[in-house]
């Protein structure tokens, strides 16, 4: 039995109106789009991002959808579950209504972190351009992330359309929020060792202190001021972990510092100004924008610690923020063989190839050089092809070069039918032709 579809419309960039009654939407835009009653709140959601053209990853959505009161009024209601779907749904079979609004709302996003001084907003100082091809003629992603030169030359086709959301300007929060004025108090909680230690570099830097580690354990982290002998400052610090969770908890607190306890005012640089520091510091920037120049996150440093690192510093920050979100390069090749034999369980006659060399040093490991696959319907299809074959490529920028083939043969209709793929180094063009017609 064909399930009955329901025409939604997806308001979002205006405002709610309540008046007289009603429910209506201000501004903004509207799109349209269909759901049947079977999907649960997750597809319906799903569904959403896809007609606002939003990437769930880096953009929250809230659903309030005109809803019927007993009264006969509407009101504005959240939509947040299954069951509140389905009551919507019930709803509108009760009143015989053959559409549903969903207003659409953006609420605004923290991370764990707080500012002991002025709150900072990076989005508004450093704005990001979601990857979104206008032009059609977008360069490799890959090449953005790696060549600072093609991505100065390029960086007009990330445009920032009206329609999609942007994320919203972030605060920096205490987990539970008990910050007493910037300082840490007994009975505060972290969520991990790295946000404590996050938090401890940053509490440090904007005061202008620095912190010697007397313990690491995996059970409790113990520091004290670092001009303890020469300013006779008593700050010191203790966590343990608690016994079910990963979260840290402050048990020992003996602050603030010292009043005479200040370090230099040097802004050419900050030890504690780590990579791994700034790269927990950037990644919302390179996941909104992986493209970001050396010198904008050099800059944006300066701008919240007071503090100018260095290139490669920076640099490297870049690359392990990239590597964390997007994942590094070894473990992408990695997980190369259990994609293809993913596509082959999920496809059945799927043919996947692999041409790799044997190491000189470890004859078990095995450095890839070539992957051949084709889908079933590919094969079964190729017979029914005009007598025609294009092959094209793109080039894979990065730590490791390489090309992406893709084979296409013409169907009855004129129009492009894929054949195969493979990801081959530059030279190997000739492996992947035989490769093909074998």
């Not at 609004?101 to 907003?121: A, G, K, R």
């Not at 010198?295 to 300066?302: E, G, L, M, T």
């Not at 889908?375 to 025609?388: A, Q």
Request: proline share 4%; net charge negative; hydrophobic share 35%.
């Amino acid at each position: 039995m064909e399930l009955p579809n329901y025409p939604i419309y997806c308001y979002l960039g205006g405002e709610i109106s309540q008046s007289s009654g009603d429910v209506t939407y201000k501004g903004g835009e509207q799109n349209f789009g269909f759901v049947n009653s079977q999907m649960s709140y997750d597809e319906v959601l799903s569904k959403v991002y896809d007609l606002m053209r939003c990437d769930s990853r880096y953009v929250e959505l809230k659903l309030l959808t005109r809803y019927p009161m007993m009264s006969g009024s509407y009101e504005a209601i959240l939509l947040d579950d299954d069951n509140s779907l389905k009551a919507r749904l019930i709803a509108m079979s009760q009143t015989q209504s053959t559409t549903m609004q969903l207003f659409i709302e953006q609420p605004e996003t923290q991370t764990h972190l707080e500012s002991f001084h002025e709150m900072y907003s990076w989005a508004s100082q450093f704005p990001y351009f979601p990857l979104t091809n206008q032009s059609g003629v977008m360069g490799s992603f890959t090449r953005m992330l790696t060549d600072e030169q093609y991505a100065s030359e390029h960086i007009s086709e990330l445009t920032s359309p009206t329609q999609t959301p942007h994320v919203e300007a972030t605060k920096w929060t205490w987990s539970n929020n008990d910050s007493f004025d910037g300082e840490f108090a007994i009975g505060q909680e972290f969520d991990s060792l790295a946000q404590l230690k996050d938090i401890l570099k940053a509490y440090s830097i904007a005061k202008n202190h620095s912190f010697k580690v007397l313990e690491s354990e995996p059970t409790n982290y113990v520091v004290e001021c670092k001009r303890k002998s020469s300013c006779k400052c008593s700050w010191r610090l203790r966590t343990i972990k608690d016994p079910c969770l990963a979260s840290f908890r402050i048990v020992r607190y003996n602050g603030p510092h010292a009043s005479n306890c200040l370090g230099g005012l040097n802004s050419i640089d900050n030890p504690l100004l780590s990579s791994d520091f700034v790269c927990n510091e950037i990644k919302d920037l390179i996941g909104a924008d992986p493209s970001l120049k050396i010198r904008v996150i050099v800059q944006a440093v300066k701008e919240k610690f007071k503090y100018t690192i260095t290139y490669k510093r920076a640099c490297s920050a870049k690359q392990r923020a990239i590597a964390s979100i997007f994942g590094d390069w070894e473990k992408s090749y990695k997980e190369l063989p259990r994609y293809m034999q993913a596509l082959k369980e999920s496809n059945p006659g799927t043919v996947v190839e692999w041409c790799t060399l044997a190491s000189n040093e470890d004859p078990s490991v095995h450095i890839f050089l070539s992957v051949f696959w084709e889908f079933k319907p590919s094969i079964d299809g190729f017979k029914h092809c005009r007598p025609l074959i294009t092959i094209d490529g793109t080039h894979l920028y990065g730590k490791y070069k390489g090309t992406l083939l893709i084979t296409m043969g013409t169907n009855a209709d004129f129009q492009l039918f894929p054949l195969a793929f493979d990801i081959v180094e530059s030279n190997f063009f000739n492996n992947f032709m035989t490769s093909f017609f074998q």
